[in-house]
């Protein structure tokens, strides 16, 4: 690990709100790169993962959690967890809330839990470009009926309003510590969990209905070709019923070849090599209320 300055800071920032809050997005901003994927889906999010924003003076890793809602089966469980053992693990808790929804049944709940924990806090109420500055108050009225925070920052995490302020409080509250990870890495997350969250953020973007929810996506291979510039992916879409697999391979095979299009240039993108795709499409009944199917697709 290089030498740092004595007053180098570093720590852990649990980032939590219900779904569809703009938590990856925000995340995205800071880090300059697409550490997480990001849809109007909501529960796009389904692992914590840490994502690292590096500076001479400061690491800040993130802890990208799925939305706080009300979980239907293994699956919405083992989410939820995700996001309250960010809550344990972190310096500094940061709650995003939805100026344009107000505060609803799962913000509720949220802060009610976070008032119980002793650390620096800091709400932020996102997609404030989307409302009335006015229509701001009654929703800090109503927060600070439920939990107390050192800092209310009302931010828009898509035009980047207020985020420098937002991170500037962050880096304030960060204890002084050497950094936790190398300089140079930008998350915890192997490259196949990335390739496999691209191409179930095209999945999420050209499917509807119940498709969304009962996707999962494993690399099974991934070769370099010797002496080729190239890598072979192979990936397996997981459905749970032969109605969603029809919808994804779609007619003549056009959806997933469109899927398969757009996600090798993201993936391309991501490892800055060629990429051939691989893509399959295989029936795993009920998997989301399955505790070793759960395991097995990488939920563990």
């Known amino acids: 690990m290089e030498q740092v300055?004595?007053?180098?800071?570093?720590?852990?920032?649990?980032?939590v709100g219900k779904p569809n809050v703009g938590k990856s997005t925000l995340i995205n901003r800071y880090l300059k790169e697409k550490i997480s994927i990001v849809s109007s889906r909501p529960q796009t999010t389904r692992i914590r993962m840490l994502a690292i924003l590096n500076h001479n003076n400061y690491q800040v890793i993130f802890l990208d959690t799925p939305g706080i809602?009300?979980?239907?089966?293994l699956l919405g469980k083992y989410m939820v967890k995700e996001a309250e053992t960010s809550l344990e693990d972190a310096d500094i808790i940061l709650v995003l809330v939805d100026a344009t929804t107000g505060i609803e049944t799962e913000d509720r709940h949220l802060l009610e839990l976070v008032e119980g924990y002793d650390k620096k806090k800091i709400l932020a109420v996102n997609k404030i470009d989307a409302v009335n500055k006015p229509e701001l108050l009654p929703i800090l009225d109503e927060v600070r009926k439920l939990a107390e925070f050192d800092e209310y920052i009302p931010i828009s995490?898509?035009?980047?309003?207020?985020?420098?302020?937002?991170?500037?409080?962050?880096i304030e509250f960060l204890p002084e510590s050497p950094p936790f990870y190398p300089r140079d890495q930008l998350s915890d997350r192997p490259e196949r969990f990335h390739i496999a969250e691209l191409i179930r953020e095209k999945i999420l973007e050209n499917t509807y209905e119940e498709?969304?929810?009962?996707?999962?996506?494993?690399?099974?291979?991934?070769k370099e070709k010797e002496g080729k510039d190239l890598i072979y992916i192979k990936a397996v879409i997981y459905v749970e019923r032969s109605s969603q697999k029809k919808i994804i391979i779609g007619r003549d095979?056009?959806?997933?070849?469109?899927?398969?299009?757009?996600?090798?240039?993201?993936?391309?993108?991501?490892?800055?090599k060629k990429v051939f795709l691989d893509l399959w499409v295989k029936i795993y009944e009920k998997w989301r209320r399955d505790s070793k199917a759960l395991r097995r697709l990488g939920y563990k």
């Open 5 to 15: 300055s004595d007053n180098f800071k570093a720590g852990f920032v649990a980032v």
């Open 253 to 272: 095979g056009r959806m997933l070849k469109k899927i398969g299009s757009e996600a090798r240039m993201e993936i391309e993108r991501f490892l800055g």
């Open 211 to 222: 498709i969304p929810h009962s996707v999962a996506v494993v690399v099974d291979e991934f």
């Open 157 to 170: 995490a898509l035009e980047g309003e207020n985020t420098d302020l937002l991170l500037q409080k962050i």
């Open 69 to 73: 809602h009300e979980p239907r089966n």
